[in-house]
């Protein structure tokens, strides 16, 4: 049982599934750890289906919108 890293919070996890970004601890655990990447692959999905469904009214998503809540603040 050697855990190099703990799993990332939520908020890094919808980051990376909204922005495609992530610190690279974050992208090298998430390729790493089974729990992790089907957490990651369940919000691209719903990511997906929320920007297709939102689009039919709004046109193209701005890619600066987070909640404020997934931020964690300062
Ligand atoms: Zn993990």
Redesign the pocket.
């Known amino acids: 049982m050697t855990r190099t890293t703990a ?1 990332p919070d939520g908020s890094d996890l919808l980051a990376l599934a909204t922005e495609g970004v992530a610190a690279p601890a974050v992208r090298s ?1 998430v390729d790493a ?1 089974r ?2 990447l089907r957490k990651l692959r369940r919000l691209k999905a719903e990511v997906v289906h929320l920007r297709s469904s939102m689009g039919r009214h709004l046109g193209p998503a701005p890619a600066t919108v987070v909640p404020r809540s997934a931020a964690g603040g300062d």
Request: proline share 0%.
């Open positions: 799993c655990h750890c729990s992790c």
